[in-house]
């Protein structure tokens, strides 16, 4: 288990507290040299990443590389890739599972590093492929023999942010005709009003929930079935099923079709799992899903990287981590100067705030450090006109992560002023990652600005299924990579049950009541019905 | 100006720092009591609070009775609502505006506060109601004599967020026929996504830019006339401005229909004026707008009460100050259980964040307290299952705001295991509530809950036109009484400029590159854009 150490345990740490009390000043004079901008940077799979706009010097950037080798970063990564159990905490009941997402993208290569998990994502693809040549070759129809142009995926948090947020990221390049929705709050209204702009005879459902007893898609299921009936549709020609085997929902007989997800991978995994590729690869055609895998395998490769230049996901750990601890920095925000990207940042506040917003070590000890801070952010240049004043002159410094593409997708541009759109865009995101670190003395000190906000830019050519998918790895491996050193198990949510249990209580009263209570009276559930005005909803 | 004081400067500030070394434990025992959790709620325009969940005691509300009236920030807000110029630093060159978003709804009396703003909203509206007429009875239409279905705003920051927020909670209530979308960021894939998938023969564009000089909303103005004409139609017979009045879009021969907006109301306040009026009284139809002043108006004047038990939003706002100065809380997320107010937590983050993230005091000189906190959010029950890990579990505690309606918009419901969904979405926001508050001690440390994290319940009948404008001021109008209390200036946004200065330095040397640079060669606009591979761009 010696890969396991705590994080305030490790050497580097004691270093890093001394580097942190004097961080660098990036509104100092010449702070931004064109030397500095043109060395903090690095390029890996496609990727741009320039970081002279983090308060880092090469002290602390060495004292980084030393942090990752001391707490063995890369060979946990390996280890969680090759199947270790990684999740688990050691000594207490907990899931002790492999975490293997990675292993459904291992597919370029005779010797996948968990040829079992990789084997098993290979057979899930065969199957699906199949099935969308015989939506292709018309030998599945709707019943009056029609094509189906629309999927509705029904799942929820990991089962629906990053499924939902690469579709709009990738919407340009869906197949003609076919389109994708997606229903996962158990509010009725989610489902009515995406139901209410469809035709349902030409729509496939598809209803994901890897333990087959998520509340919310159950319940969202039963609605779509009974729409289906209602519009005079054979439920059992329309849905199809990613589950776990096993599940409740593993029953091929209620479903047109039925795909299997593993128990090693976690939902805010998912996306590159069935979860993500049975809509995906429906939508956008199965080519490009596999592009996505692709894309996503090429970063998995770089994380083994053990030099944190040539490792980006790492290296973006090691900044996080530095801006986190060190510079006691506690939210983050991810700006991507692309619309495509607009839900991007409401995967990553899923998979980062549920991974890593931990409170006990892999040892089941209560952690003695800061684990995952806030992730948020919406994208620009829509935040410039929002949020963007806080981040200049508000009295939180939120680091920031830009994100942007040299390229449109649609190439419908028109040069304004002398300069196109995609223009605008990126100038505005280099300035603002320089506004942030420069700042601007002015006499008049609401015009002041102080500068010295850490940020970084990522860039790549074009927002398309390859670079999709190496973003995606991106940040997975970087959250990974965090958990690691913050010695937490990742891959866990037990901070989700209470909330459930207590839900389920509040539901029993409003089913029971009839029966007699099923809470004693001073219950603080009864008084909050009461005092809701909901008892008697 | 004896109604602006440092906020350190208030006795009642004292106390209340005396009062949060021991703030009240939610998660002692019997915390919460029938007794407390009735007690500590109130009822405002429809609106029932539930502050229970709060680490506040009799001593501490009572003491934030006092810093209300110590601050006098009613008068403050009455002051604002008859016309004192409030957006200003006092002593420096500033925009030196009044600030009367709540006069473009207070129109159901004949003695306005600012009446001469009133007349104005009422101009507007009477203008907007007769194109409307002539929309309906088809005496404006298209070139081929079809009525106009689809309107499309472009306009960024507060001429989009609020907007589209309130149009997606109330798409509900949309006329037939009749639908809205909305074109923001400056990225040419925004506008090309929109544009692709309407009809735009039948399609009104309705440009808004109080200045006239938004560089996002004119250049896709500009792709939009392109595309227009492109399509073979006349873009003067299919755009509709909003603009302030000498503005350079001020120019009604360009466009089909020009209204205005007026400087007293700042974008970020703007939804209830014609910046919402036009979209939304297109979709949703006139009297149904009307309804959403009418609920904003309720609210305003409950904004005039100085008992905090009746003024709703300076409760919120004070509620705010005690977790954020008091108890060291830097953000806060809101929560609504309600999947049409998806996007309303992205418009709270720009009204909050870019009215209160500021640095100076209205005297000019540096805070020397904390101002407004990170504002983020997404729908429950969604949240549950991707970063409500962390609010349970984490590191951080984040104040939690919950916004919840007892019927749903569509009535489209099933019982299933004996309730419905609109059943299950309210009980699992009691459940968190309680989660947050209670905890939970278990053996197995990762499966423990600390407890003792707050937060409040907002809940009303139903999400409609009129509860959906009282949600909407009540947030507004908390926002205007913290940024008093915090004596800043909640109306000015200076925090944007710097950023605009520098894009426009690197646009201007990838357009005049070729006839000799305009920057220093060391700049670090010159070696970021390099570093970035966009020299060349």
Redo the contacts between chains.
């Keep these: 288990m010696d890969l396991f150490n705590n994080f305030d345990a490790l050497q580097t740490v004691q270093q890093l507290e001394k580097l942190a009390k004097k961080p660098y000043n990036l509104a100092g004079p010449d702070a931004?040299?064109?030397e500095r901008?043109?060395s903090y940077?690095t390029s890996v799979c496609g990727f741009?990443f320039?970081y002279?706009t983090q308060r880092v010097n090469q002290e602390v950037m060495q004292a980084l590389q030393q942090l990752a080798d001391e707490a063995q970063l890369v060979a946990q990564f390996k280890a969680m890739k090759s199947g270790t159990v990684m999740n688990k905490?050691i000594g207490?009941?907990?899931e002790e599972r492999q975490v293997l997402h990675t292993a459904c993208r291992d597919l370029f290569t005779d010797t996948p590093l968990a040829s079992k998990a990789t084997d098993e994502a290979r057979n899930q693809l065969t199957r699906l492929k199949k099935f969308l040549a015989e939506l292709d070759n018309g030998s599945i129809c709707n019943a009056k023999g029609e094509p189906f142009t629309t999927i509705v995926q029904v799942g929820?948090?990991?089962s629906?942010?990053g499924p939902r947020a690469l579709y709009l990221a990738l919407?340009?390049y869906c197949q003609k005709g076919r389109k994708a929705c997606f229903i996962?709050?158990?509010?009725?209204?989610?489902?009515?009003?995406v139901l209410?702009e469809l035709d349902l005879s030409k729509t496939l459902i598809n209803v994901v929930s890897k333990s087959g007893t998520?509340?919310?898609t159950?319940?969202?299921e039963?609605?779509v079935r009974?729409a289906l009936t209602a519009a005079g549709l054979d439920p059992a020609r329309h849905i199809v099923a990613v589950t776990g085997a096993g599940s409740p929902m593993d029953d091929p007989e209620k479903y047109l079709a039925s795909f299997y997800m593993y128990d090693y991978i976690g939902?805010?995994y998912s996306a590159t799992s069935m979860v993500g590729g049975v809509t995906l690869a429906f939508a956008l055609g199965y080519e490009n899903f596999l592009e996505l895998l692709r894309g996503a395998n090429a970063v998995d490769q770089a994380g083994e990287q053990e030099d944190i230049t040539k490792n980006l996901p790492l290296l973006m750990a090691l900044l996080g981590i530095w801006n986190r601890n060190f510079l006691g920095y506690?939210?983050v925000a991810v700006l991507p100067?692309?619309?495509?990207l607009l839900r991007f940042p409401?995967h990553l506040?899923?998979c980062d705030?549920?991974s890593?917003?931990?409170?006990?070590t892999r040892f089941?000890?209560?952690?003695q450090?800061?684990?995952?801070?806030?992730?948020?952010g919406?994208?620009?240049?829509?935040g410039?006109?929002?949020?963007?004043?806080?981040?200049?002159?508000?009295?939180?410094i939120?680091p920031a992560e830009f994100i942007?593409f040299?390229t449109?997708?649609?190439q419908?541009?028109?040069a304004?002023?002398?300069?196109?759109?995609?223009?605008?865009?990126?100038?505005?995101m280099?300035?603002?990652?320089?506004?942030l670190a420069?700042?601007?003395a002015d006499e008049?000190?609401?015009?002041?600005?102080?500068g010295n906000r850490p940020s970084s830019?990522l860039?790549a050519d074009q927002l398309t299924p390859y670079s999709m998918g190496g973003l995606l790895a991106l940040y997975e491996n970087k959250i990974a990579f965090q958990g690691f050193c913050w010695n937490i198990?990742s891959f866990?949510?037990?901070?989700?049950?209470?909330?459930?249990?207590?839900?389920n209580?509040?539901?029993s009263e409003?089913?029971e009541k009839e029966e007699g209570k099923s809470l004693p009276s001073?219950a603080?559930?009864?008084?909050?019905?009461?005092?809701?005005?909901?008892e008697k909803?």
Tied chains: 1, 2.
């Design positions: 931004l040299s064109p901008i043109a940077r741009d320039l002279s905490i207490y009941a907990s929820i948090g990991g629906d942010l919407k340009r996962a709050n158990v509010d009725p209204d989610d489902a009515a009003a209410s998520t509340l919310e159950l319940t969202n039963k609605l009974s939902g805010r506690n939210t100067y692309s619309q495509a409401a506040q899923q705030m549920e890593n917003g931990k409170q006990v089941g000890k209560p952690v450090w800061k684990t995952g801070p806030i992730v948020w919406e994208p620009g240049t829509n410039q006109h929002a949020f963007y004043q806080l981040l200049h002159q508000g009295s939180e939120v942007g040299r449109s997708q649609y419908q541009d028109l304004i002023h002398g300069t196109t759109s995609q223009q605008k865009v990126l100038a505005n280099l300035a603002q990652s320089l506004a420069l700042g601007r008049n000190p609401n015009a002041s600005f102080p830019l860039i198990n866990d949510q037990e901070g989700v049950q209470l909330g459930k249990v207590l839900a209580r509040i539901l409003l089913t001073d603080p559930e009864l008084a909050l019905l009461k005092a809701a005005g909901l909803l």
